[in-house]
Structures are given as C-alpha cells and as structure tokens.
C-alpha cells in the first residue's frame, strides 16, 4: 500500500525519459522578469540537444545572494554568488595556512641556528 507513490515516481521518470524530457531546476536570489526568464531559456534551449525537452522549474533562494543555479538532470551549474564567496574564503583560509606554516617552519629554523651557534 505505501508503494503506491514510489511506483507513480518511477512510471513518471520512465515516461519521461521515454518523451526525451529533463527536469531543470533554476535558482535565483529573487524572482526573475520577463526578459530575464526569456534570456534563461535562451540560454538553455542553446544547451540541450534538439530531441531533449526541458521541463523548468523555477525558484527563488536569498542564500544564494546573486547569480544563478541550474540543475540540468544530475548536472549542477553553480554560478551563485554565494558559493564563489566560500570558494574565495576557503582560497584565502588556505594562503593564511599556508603563510603561517612558512612562519612556523622559520621560526624553527631560527631556533635551530641559535642552538647549534652556542653549543
């Protein structure tokens, strides 16, 4: 009895990958106009192969700050602000690690001369 709405998913995503149809979920920090809707589906009829029909959803997401996400089946396109400002932090968290290593490592060298000039 609670199978049923397991079957329905799967006959759906049968049929619709019988009908050459992708779901494509489109992410934005704030809903898009008309025009920006319209350069979007450009851009994804531009994408696809000509057999393929993309199913779009579209939806709205403060987190993401600016930009935009596209999820084409299993393949994400992440292009949001959001994610290029950890990619930032976790770059500069790793040149502040790195720094601090060199210092560590002259540090210990400094220590070492001083050792071996007065014994």
Do not use: C, W
Not at 4 to 28: Q, S
Not at 51 to 57: D, G, I, M, Q
Not at 77 to 103: H, N, P, R, W, Y
């Amino acid at each position: 009895m609670n199978q049923l709405p397991k079957i329905f998913e799967d006959f759906e995503t049968l049929m619709r990958a019988h009908r050459n149809e992708i779901a494509v979920k489109v992410t934005t920090a704030r809903e898009l106009d008309a025009e920006e809707k319209g350069l979007v589906d450009e851009k994804l009829g531009e994408m696809k192969d000509p057999e393929e029909k993309y199913l779009v959803t579209m939806q709205t997401d403060p987190s993401i700050i600016g930009g935009i996400k596209i999820q084409i089946g299993e393949t994400m396109i992440d292009a949001s602000v959001s994610t290029a400002i950890k990619e930032i932090q976790q770059v500069l968290a790793g040149e502040f690690q790195m720094m601090a290593d060199e210092e560590e490592e002259y540090e210990e060298g400094e220590e070492e001369s001083v050792e071996e000039g007065t014994a």
